[in-house]
């Protein structure tokens, strides 16, 4: 009876070890999963900053980009700005020139037609003293 006592524990010792030790290994598998999926996460997570600063990088230059079209087209309104008022102003000076030179020729015509008047009177008064 001994000799079925010692196998019978025997066994449960070997049971148990058996148990420990797949215990222990699904323990290992699982801390190895947890491990694998930590790591699987900070690769997301660097491929995450990676995607964004790129994502930054992309707007940085799009906003320097919109910067320089809108400083050239301001650029480019100011140029057109400024031969709008050299032309007004040539136009001005023109045409304050032509009126002077019309008022002018008018001071002129009068003038003229004032002497050939009193030329004509003077004649015709002449004429009247000669008679």
């Given at each position: ?38 790591g699987s996460k900070k690769m997301e997570k660097k491929e995450v900053k ?82």
């Amino acid at each position: 009876e001994v000799p079925l006592e010692n196998d019978k524990q025997s066994m449960k010792k070997e049971k148990k070890k058996q148990e420990v030790k797949v215990k222990r290994e699904k323990e290992e598998k699982r801390k190895q999963e947890k491990k694998e999926k930590q790591g699987s996460k900070k690769m997301e997570k660097k491929e995450v900053k990676k995607i964004e600063k790129e994502q930054k990088e992309i707007e940085k230059k799009a906003k320097q980009e919109t910067e320089k079209m809108e400083k050239m087209e301001r650029k480019e309104r100011k140029k057109i700005e400024k031969e709008k008022k050299e032309i007004e102003k040539k136009e001005k000076q023109e045409t304050k020139k032509r009126e002077e030179m019309e008022r002018k020729e008018r001071k002129k015509i009068e003038k003229e037609n004032n002497e050939q008047e009193g030329t004509t009177t003077g004649k015709w008064y002449s004429c009247c003293f000669c008679i």
